[in-house]
């Protein structure tokens, strides 16, 4: 983590702090579900409501601001299946790295709202709750995106957006003494992400 905002740092650094807004926010993934879809089928289960918190930096030009960022979604849990379902995945956190696009409307009002879109690359956490010594479970890291609306007032912000963590779960099984894969499927994990922030300058 700490090497990831380092780079963003050093970005910033060389674009020029003059020019640069750094955001920090804190925030809520709500209505969160995680569905995934092996040779076709759609399963899925709902997610608790987890923190996060973000570290974001933006260069303005007009109404556009294009920038990075990177997110720590804090470990979530899945909610408690139906009699007869279960799940081998547990908690799941994620640092999404992304790149941030929004578009101000501009306003005579003291509120300013905003189009945002986000678009990066996610690292994946997944703990896994299977206990049988003959398989095993592993996630790779996937796209991440999100799109929504943010109202700025003064230098503080709130940002309504829907986003997406993207992940591969791969099965393996134990034979004759070497793991062998016997599948993967891919993690779709959706939720709508509510933030307040500040932003502020560097001179």
């Not at 997944?126 to 206990?131: E, G, I, L, S, V």
Request: charge should be negative; glycine fraction near 10%; hydrophobic fraction near 35%.
């Amino acid at each position: 983590m700490k090497h990831i905002v380092g780079i963003i740092l050093m970005v910033g650094l060389c674009l020029g702090l003059s020019a640069i807004s750094f955001r920090l926010g804190v925030g809520e993934d709500t209505a969160g579900e995680t569905i995934s879809s092996i040779d076709g089928l759609m399963t899925g289960f709902k997610n608790e409501i987890a923190h996060t918190a973000s570290f974001q930096m933006e260069h303005n030009h007009k109404n556009i601001s294009y920038g990075l960022g990177v997110d720590y979604q804090f470990p979530r849990e899945n909610r408690k299946l139906p009699d007869g379902w279960s799940s081998n995945i547990g908690k799941h956190e994620h640092i999404p790295v992304y790149g941030i696009l929004s578009y101000d409307f501009g306003s005579t009002n003291k509120i300013r709202p905003s189009l945002v879109a986000q678009f990066g690359y996610d690292f994946a956490h997944y703990k896994f709750t299977n206990n049988d010594e003959d398989d095993r479970y592993k996630s790779t890291d996937g796209l991440f995106y999100g799109y929504g609306i943010s109202f700025a007032f003064d230098n503080f912000s709130l940002a309504l957006l829907h986003r997406t963590n993207n992940s591969t779960i791969i099965w393996e099984q134990l034979e004759s003494g070497e793991w062998v894969k016997n599948s993967d499927f891919n993690l779709a994990t959706r939720q709508i992400n509510l933030s307040l922030g500040y932003r502020f300058k560097v001179h």
